[in-house]
């Protein structure tokens, strides 16, 4: 008899032992699709502010762009020769904050250049200098606005030159007058907005392909360590390809949570290096002392 109630008791512990461990793959699936759906929505959150980033900086460059198809319209009135810059520039700067400066570059020439307090440096031959004449060269030959940079500007920091070539007809003929220039100084042209990524507790990386002659990306700007950052691409009005990387300071909240996974296998179930069959008879005393007095 004692036989046979041991056997049921056995199988009653091998019971046992199989629920507890479909309980821990129970938990393991559910919190798997817990950690799942958290890492979707804190992706989606970071992918919302790289999405808003990228919109803010869209519409910065685009107001440059503007900058330097006014200025191009300038030339153009005045048949190529403008005699109002300063006056003209001035009024551009006070409703555009996106610029740090704005300049006239007849025959490739830069002659004018609003402010020109502290960017005196600025007046050069765009043509033949070696980092910007190629550039240059490119836009006159293709007709097309092209943006250079990240840069560092002859008259100091880094930044972002907009070039838009200018064509007059004369004689029935095209003939190039020169460039219209507009300069954004990094990292001053996205620092609200950079700000803004800080304060919410993000670190992040924003690249630039240099230019149709360098397909290469180059860092803009950069804050805080990155560990899986989202990467969201996007293209400016001025056909500049961006790569923006964005990931919390602090790390994934997601991944915290593995700790949690591990605390619930070592409480449903603890391993041992003992044989199952003694562990089973050690419960069997417990369960059924006065069988074992026998």
């Not at 629920?19 to 799942?36: A, E, K, M, P, R």
């Not at 610029?99 to 007046?123: C, D, F, M, R, W």
């Not at 391993?271 to 050690?282: G, H, S």
Request: proline residues 4%; positive net charge; hydrophobic residues 40%.
């Amino acid at each position: 008899m004692f036989k046979q109630l041991r056997k049921a008791n056995q199988n009653d512990y091998l019971l046992i032992t199989a629920t507890l461990i479909l309980l821990v793959v129970f938990n393991l699936s559910l919190l798997s699709y817990v950690q799942g759906q958290q890492k979707a929505a804190e992706r989606d959150q970071a992918l919302a502010l790289a999405t808003g980033f990228s919109r803010t900086l869209k519409c910065e460059i685009k107001n440059a762009l503007t900058l330097s198809m006014t200025l191009k319209e300038l030339v153009l009135a005045s048949d190529g020769k403008v005699d109002n810059f300063s006056t003209v520039a001035k009024d551009l700067l006070a409703e555009n904050t996106a610029a740090s400066n704005l300049q006239l570059a007849p025959k490739g020439k830069v002659t004018e250049i609003y402010p020109l307090k502290g960017n005196e440096a600025g007046k050069i031959n765009l043509l033949t200098d070696p980092i910007r004449g190629p550039l240059c060269r490119y836009g006159i030959s293709h007709q097309v606005t092209v943006t250079q940079g990240p840069i560092a500007l002859k008259q100091g920091g880094k930044g972002l030159v907009i070039r838009t070539p200018i064509f007059i007809k004369k004689r029935g003929k095209k003939q190039f007058w020169g460039f219209a220039v507009v300069v954004m100084k990094i990292p001053q042209t996205v620092s609200s907005t950079a700000a803004n990524l800080k304060s919410a507790g993000y670190s992040y990386e924003l690249e630039k392909q240099v230019s149709p002659l360098n397909t290469s990306y180059k860092q803009v700007m950069q804050k805080g360590g990155l560990h899986e950052p989202i990467t969201y691409s996007f293209t400016t009005a001025d056909n500049s390809k961006w790569l923006f990387k964005l990931a919390p300071a602090k790390g994934w909240r997601y991944n915290k949570s593995n700790w949690f996974m591990g605390y619930i296998v070592i409480i449903n179930f603890k391993p041992t290096k003992r044989p199952i069959a003694d562990c089973l008879a050690d419960m069997e005393k417990y369960v059924f002392p006065e069988v074992n007095k026998d």
